[in-house]
């Protein structure tokens, strides 16, 4: 079956920092693959995307590039801050069937002090 | 995206009962989910909501536990029925717009059994 493998947090950077969570999928067929972010005491919410092969998903200075040969989406920020403090699960979503349900990984923690 | 409601925010049960949590969405989605994230560990999807019809369950969870309903295309509801406090967890409601798209979560709900 599908399955994400994230690197283990937590993460813990100064402000400024580079930021690189690893992440490598495990996939059937062709899956579209996401980063989510979640801040404390919230939700999870989109960071960004990617639905095919060399496609670069950015926002917020944040970025990652789907690399089918290294079945790889590395989550990379050049320069981090405090507000970039949350947890980050990478997803992908497998193309086959009828339901686009979402396979998770286990989460990074990422500290940024000051 | 979307805008997903969900109610309650939180709650502090006692064991043996149950609870009905609400998701409400700003327009009309062809897919809904429902995920349980349990203290500190990753997302795991409990059902996807099928309007009109039966949830899907996933391996681990049954509709005796974790009952669904989907009357229409923008809410659905989840009960977790006869709680003891190994559901005490923080459970989600997201939406999807077809295969390979990313999903949009509630804020949650954050659980919590006596």
Known sequence: ????TQMEGPVTLSEEAFLTINCTYTATGYPSLFWYVQYPGEGLQLLLKATKADDKGSNKGFEATYRKETTSFHLEKGSVQV???????CALSDRTGTASKLTFGTGTRLQVTL | SAVISQKPSRDICQRGTSLTIQ???DSQVTMMFWYRQQPGQSLTL?????QGSEATYESGFVIDKFPISRPNLTFSTLTVSNMSPEDSSIYLCSVGRGEGQ????GDGTRLSIL
């Open chain 1, 83 to 89: 507000s970039d403090s949350a947890v980050y699960f």
């Open chain 2, 102 to 105: 990313p999903q949009h979560f």
């Open chain 1, 1 to 4: 079956g599908d399955s994400v």
């Open chain 2, 23 to 25: 998701c409400q969405v």
């Open chain 2, 46 to 50: 409990i059902a996807t909501a099928n």
